[in-house]
């Protein structure tokens, strides 16, 4: 079972994970990937009510009045249109879903080619011998073609083609520097337990997010990670630019970056 939504001991991160592990064993296999990023379009509104609530009774144990009720929820529902003045007949809205060409009755799942991203993942060498820029996508109410794009957004973590992730890391860059230009306006008013406190939400959440993703990619390509970090860290600190980092590090009881992702990866394991 390879779900990681809404199970003990996973996450985004273990979503992400294995899909990278993947990957780096074709690459290592000399072969390359095609990540497909599909989005549904209104996916919740797509569950079959009838498989619903067959696992509300199985598995949850509902059942008698509860489940009559749920049912009579979600079955049957009809609505009516005020249109000029005039109020047209009822209509069930499961058939009104399917004649506009949302869905259908069956409530199948339809692709959102805007949404959907394709790229292709691998080494330079063999990436270098695709000519493949897009590809026609279907589902069962439409069909469309997608491009390939350069970079992909899985999860909230930017894959360009070669995982070399500095894409991802120039991303995270640029959004945790404008937090820490909005916060260093604000710095005199606020007490150092406040600052260490947004800083946490603004920052540190953003270095931590996923960041076992990182493990095993050079010290360069995560050296503006550490820039990052030095600048948040001198301004809770209130240390001067050119002072040593480690010693404010360490008194603030942070793990630089790399060892950040060290440590992240062993409580993952």
């Known amino acids: 079972m390879l779900q990681s939504a809404y199970r003990s001991y996973h996450s985004t991160k273990t979503a992400l994970l294995k899909v990278l592990s993947d990957v780096l064993t074709a690459i290592d296999n000399k072969k ?27 598995r949850f144990g509902l059942d008698g009045a509860v489940l009559a009720w749920i049912q009579s929820f979600l079955s049957d529902r009809t609505q009516r249109v ?22 259908n009755p069956l409530r199948r799942r339809k692709l959102n080619a805007e949404k959907t991203q394709l790229r292709w993942l691998g080494s330079r060498h063999q990436l270098a ?34 995982l070399t992730m500095t894409t991802h890391v120039s991303s ?72 040593h980092i480690t010693p404010v590090l360490v008194s603030l009881l942070w793990l630089p970056v790399c060892q950040r992702i060290s440590y992240k990866t062993a409580v993952l394991v």
């Not at 279907?138 to 894959?159: H, K, R």
């Open 172 to 243: 995270v860059c640029r959004a945790g520097f404008f937090q820490l230009r909005q916060l260093r306006s604000v710095r005199r008013s606020l007490t150092t337990e406040a600052t260490r406190a947004l800083l946490q939400t603004f920052i540190s959440c953003r270095l931590d997010y996923c960041n076992s993703v990182l493990a095993g990619v050079h010290d360069v390509y995560l050296q503006p990670l550490q820039y990052l970090q030095n600048a948040a860290a001198h301004l809770v600190s209130g240390a001067r630019r050119h002072d």
């Open 82 to 103: 005020c249109f000029g003045g005039r109020l047209l007949h009822e209509a069930i809205i499961g058939a009104t879903i399917g004649a506009t060409g949302c869905g």
């Open 32 to 58: 390359v990937t095609l990540l497909a990023l599909l989005d549904l379009s209104a996916a919740f509104d797509c569950v079959d009510h009838d498989i619903l609530l067959s696992r509300l009774q199985s």
């Open 129 to 162: 011998k695709l000519t493949i820029s897009h590809l026609p996508l279907s589902s069962t109410t439409s069909s469309s073609t997608v491009d390939i794009v350069s970079t992909a957004n899985d999860l909230g973590v930017i894959l360009d083609s070669q």
